[in-house]
């Protein structure tokens, strides 16, 4: 009878520290003891459960299924097994790796090549004759799926070798499918409204649309590839990795260019230190640093151990997740009416920055990570992105937990909301609820719009709730007396207030359609728009069968502009700005004001800038004719810097592209200000 209570007891035990170190292992990619520590804990609960099979529960650790291999792919036998690295936390264990190598191989000192480690999915190529006959997944190291339809849709891939060297008989290269963070965040964002269930992350994504059975779908997904290490190559010589990276893209086949020939354990853990800094910048999420001896012959005699080679080590960055409480769940309405829920968290230091709110994007997105108040959440903070909940810890529930429900009423206004059928969001449509018009208000005001200098969402707060502007055109209609009396208004803010709202008066067709904030329209489409219609009388009187007409615009942004149009609060909004003297120039006007200017050239930003958003900026020189562009080319023209500036900035200075100070960049576009 005791030994049962024993056994019951130990049972439980081993459940909770089972599921701790899952999170530990899996969610915050920390383990806390070694893989033969938790193996012997997992056997010895499946020991447990043999004893007892009436106390096996669905929860329990021992009752997850495995991610096996999908049975709709092929298996693919690796000649070469695909190994996995292990992992150094810290520069002082960066430095023992380096000591060990030494002793081991008995040199006084080793060159290595440090590269960016990559998180994404890794794959390896079979090209026969200088063909792609084959493309596979890791898998388990020894057998993966073969996913060939779905890697030829990466546009990087070559399917061919490139003729400029005798090509190799046979050529295995490994590398890394991933995704760029702009374009993960597209895909969310996509997915979001469509009510879908979003990605956690960038690597599951690009692990997502590689293990799925529609090549169509791949191929939506821009995915690229960095190969980093050869399998078997016949025809092909390699001797070290500087070799490697240097011969593939001979080949067409892509590297990434940014790594580091370090010739001390002093450079490897300088490189490491800056990828830490400068990760953010990085068009790509990466999680640490991958440190490879560089000569093929040492890693020959360097052997492996427990399925890792010793000829190379991933130096991981310290963790940008944590645990924290879901205190609460607030709504915030936008300025299209949506209803976005909020998580107000715990604050919790996450990679440098204390959080301790974040968006949750919808209803759906709550309810398939099932997230409750009170539940302990893992935030993650990549960087720029923005703060996010990863996932909830159901094991982690005591029961005092509550379901969350969206509100039936709008919380600003009060009047009913409405979730529409083909969408996610539930949405207030009453146009005169004030939290809908504070935000009209600020995005009309913002830069890439009106640009009102000086109007922040404190002053704009006061005009809406004493009733002062209840449309856009009462902006219009307010003097310096009225500002003067707001809170936090002098007599000299007040006149310069009333000056920018003047300035404001005029303004390029493609910003006010910006600034009307019509849903789908942002800064590029507003001036394709503009291009197209060349007037806003024009415009509004546009079929949709013609606005598809127009490149890169579709059928759903053509409709949500007839609908904006054909909608009466926004006639009279409208007709209330042309009624206050707003003087709208025609686009032909603007072009031959800036016509070449910045026409065809390309831009790349990075860092902080301390006067406009990157969205701003980007806005700016696109009117200008400008493309805008995530990573740094040969193609590029221009490298503005902010402060903070990261990798992109040294990618410039190696490429010999012009980088721009925000001051140079201002003067460039033609404004003056002030410092
Ligand atoms: S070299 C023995 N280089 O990290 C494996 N791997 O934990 C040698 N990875 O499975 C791999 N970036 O998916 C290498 N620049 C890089 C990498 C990289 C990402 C991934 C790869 C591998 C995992 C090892």
New binding site residues.
């Given amino acids: 009878m005791s030994a049962t209570l024993d056994d019951r007891k130990e049972l439980e035990r081993l459940r909770r520290e089972i599921a701790r170190y899952n999170v530990s292992y899996h969610v915050l990619d920390r383990p806390e003891i070694s893989d033969a520590e938790y193996d012997s804990l997992f056997l010895r609960l499946l020991e447990l459960e043999r004893l007892h099979p009436e106390w096996v529960t669905p929860d329990s650790p021992t009752q997850r299924v495995g991610a096996t291999p999908a049975a709709e792919f092929a298996a693919v036998e690796h000649r070469v097994p ?4 292990a992992n150094a936390y810290s520069e002082e264990e960066l430095r023992d790796y380096d000591r060990r190598m030494c002793a081991l191989l008995g040199e006084h000192s080793i060159v290595y090549v440090s ?4 998180d994404g999915l ?1 794959v390896e190529l079979v090209y026969e004759k200088g063909s792609l006959v084959r493309g596979s997944t ?1 898998g388990d190291g020894a057998v993966g799926e073969d996913v060939t339809a779905n890697l030829r849709t990466i546009r990087s891939i070559p399917l061919r070798l490139a003729e400029a060297d005798p090509v190799p008989e046979l050529l295995e290269v490994r590398g ?1 499918v991933y995704i760029e963070k702009t374009a993960f965040r597209a895909v969310n964002e996509r997915r979001a409204r469509d009510g879908q269930p979003l990605f956690a992350n960038p690597r599951n994504l690009a692990a997502g649309s590689l293990r799925q059975l529609d090549p169509r779908v791949t191929a939506e997904r821009a995915l690229r590839m960095a190969c ?2 050869v399998g078997t190559a016949v025809g092909l010589t390699l001797s070290t990795q500087q070799e490697l990276l240097a011969t593939l893209p001979r080949f067409g086949l892509p590297v990434n260019p940014l790594f580091a020939v370090c010739a001390s354990p002093d450079d490897v853990t300088a490189f490491y230190r800056r990828m830490q800094k400068e990760r953010d910048a990085l068009p790509y999420e990466t999680d640490g640093v ?1 440190v ?1 001896i560089d000569r093929f012959d040492l890693r020959r005699a360097s052997g492996t151990v427990s399925r890792s ?1 010793r000829w ?1 080590i ?1 130096g991981k960055f310290p963790a940008e997740r944590a645990v924290t409480r879901l205190r609460d769940i607030v709504i915030s309405v936008g300025r299209t009416g949506i209803l976005t829920p909020v998580a107000s968290l715990d604050p919790v230091r996450v990679h440098g920055v204390e959080i301790s709110s974040a968006t949750l994007h919808n209803e759906d997105d709550i309810r398939a990570k099932d997230l409750r108040v009170g539940d302990r959440v893992v935030v993650q903070r990549a960087g720029d992105v923005i703060p996010q909940i990863v996932a909830s810890l159901p094991e982690l529930r005591d029961g005092s937990e509550s379901v969350f429900a969206m509100p039936t009423r709008c919380p600003a206004c009060g009047s009913r909301v409405v979730r529409l059928e083909a969408e996610a969001a539930w949405r207030c449509f009453n146009t005169t609820c004030p939290a809908r018009i504070k935000q009209s208000i600020g995005h009309f005001a913002s830069k890439g719009a009106l640009d009102i200098d000086g109007l922040g969402g404190k002053l704009i707060d006061q005009l809406v709730e004493r009733g002062l502007v209840a449309r856009l055109g009462d902006l219009f209609r307010l003097d310096r007396d009225t500002f003067a009396a707001l809170d936090r208004m002098g007599p000299k803010s007040a006149d310069n207030l009333v000056q920018a709202i003047h300035r404001a008066r005029t303004v390029p067709l493609a910003r006010l359609l910006y600034g009307l904030g019509i849903p789908e329209v942002g800064a590029t489409t507003a001036d394709l728009l503009a291009q197209h219609a060349g007037s806003l009388r024009r415009l509004s009187q546009t079929q949709r069968e013609e606005l598809v007409t127009i490149p890169t615009i579709g059928p759903r942004t053509a409709e949500t502009v007839v609908d904006y149009f054909a909608n009466e609060e926004n006639q009279k909004t409208l007709a209330d700005l042309l009624a206050v003297g707003l003087t709208i120039e025609s686009p032909t006007l603007l072009d031959s004001r800036s016509q070449g200017l910045l026409a065809g050239k390309r831009f790349v930003f990075t860092g902080t800038l301390a006067t406009l958003t990157r969205d701003e900026a980007a806005a700016r020189v696109q009117q200008l004719g400008a493309v805008v562009a995530g990573s740094v080319s040969q193609k590029t023209d221009y490298v503005v810097a902010g402060s903070d500036p990261g990798a992109k900035a040294d990618m410039a200075r190696s490429l010999g592209i012009p980088l721009l100070t925000e001051s140079k960049f201002l003067t460039l576009l033609g404004e003056s200000h002030n410092d």
């Fill in positions: 695909m190994l996995s690295l590269e960016p480690k990559l890794s890791r890394e980093y290490d991958v490879k080679p190379a991933a």
